[in-house]
């Protein structure tokens, strides 16, 4: 590996490191050792990089500052994260899990899918959204002109809470800053929570989902339009027309053409 290879990379998991600490929590981090490497390392850094392009990560008084736009290493800052992820232990999920379920899809996805918590299928396989409702959600996709891997999908919580039940607020307080780097890093134009239990945790309310769909609310500075999740229609038909109805609006929001009757 080049010699600036590496010390992007040293850059890069330390902006992750500190953002990691902060959603945790952590407001204020303190290095008790010398603080002259880190100056070292950002110097060296300017002499090997380009230009930082816009969505890069700079160093200033020893914090990560992130300035406006798209990164093009998107991709590579998730890898980063899904791999903390996998090693995670914060909570007692970690030990009845087969795989986690980071997410997948494009790391410049202009639309986000985000679910409540993976599936024994998606537990199996580390993906989510691939049993039935996961056959759904893709064919809810190709419907709105997009393919599968135009969108990102991921869940609020990344490991299988037994019998799949709903994740508990204390799972979702330590899984949801996963989940809040990883819109970070995608900057998506618009958000679609999968079900009442993914509408309900992000918005923090009870509101029910049949008055939370069809109207924009926000999350993590992106707007969030809140629709049926896959598996729900599958056992109501009927609920299409809804779910349809919502999907129209996130095309319209980003100027996808809506097919004609």
């Known amino acids: 590996m ?6 992007s990379e040293k850059l890069a998991r330390l902006k992750l490191q500190l953002e990691t600490l902060k959603l945790h929590g952590h407001q204020y981090v303190e290095f008790s050792g010398n603080n002259n490497w880190i100056a070292k390392l950002r110097d060296e850094a300017s002499v090997f990089a380009p230009a930082p392009p816009a969505g890069s990560t700079k160093l200033k008084d020893n914090v990560a500052v992130v300035t406006p736009g798209k990164s093009s290493s998107g991709s590579g800052e998730l ?11 914060l909570c007692p999920l970690a030990k009845s899990r087969t795989n986690t ?7 410049k996805a202009r639309l986000m899918f985000i679910g409540e918590a993976p599936g024994r299928d998606e537990d199996l396989k580390g993906e989510p959204f691939v049993g039935r409702a996961g056959a759904l959600l893709t064919r809810m996709i190709k419907g709105m002109g997009l393919e599968r891997g135009d969108v990102y999908i991921a869940n609020i919580i990344k490991c299988r809470p037994p019998k799949n039940r709903n994740p508990e607020p204390v799972e979702v307080d330590n899984c949801e800053p996963y989940l809040k780097r990883q819109i ?17 945790t ?3 309310t009870k509101t029910p989902i049949s008055k939370l769909r069809g ?13 049926f999740h896959p598996a729900y229609l599958l056992r109501n038909p009927s609920a299409k027309t809804e779910a349809w109805s919502d999907l129209q609006m996130i095309m319209k929001k980003l100027g996808l053409k809506i097919p004609d009757k």
């Not at 080049?2 to 010390?7: H, N, V």
């Not at 379920?101 to 790391?107: C, E, K, L, M, S």
């Not at 109207?215 to 629709?227: D, K, S, V």
């Open 2 to 7: 080049r010699r600036d290879e590496i010390l």
């Open 79 to 89: 890898d980063l994260i899904a791999q903390e992820v996998k090693s995670c232990e």
């Open 101 to 107: 379920v980071f997410g997948v899809g494009d790391a």
């Open 184 to 200: 970070n890093i995608i900057k998506p134009e618009i958000i679609c929570a999968l079900g009442a239990v993914s509408a309900q």
């Open 202 to 204: 992000l918005l923090k």
């Open 215 to 227: 109207r924009l609310h926000q999350y993590q500075g992106a707007p969030l339009l809140p629709t």
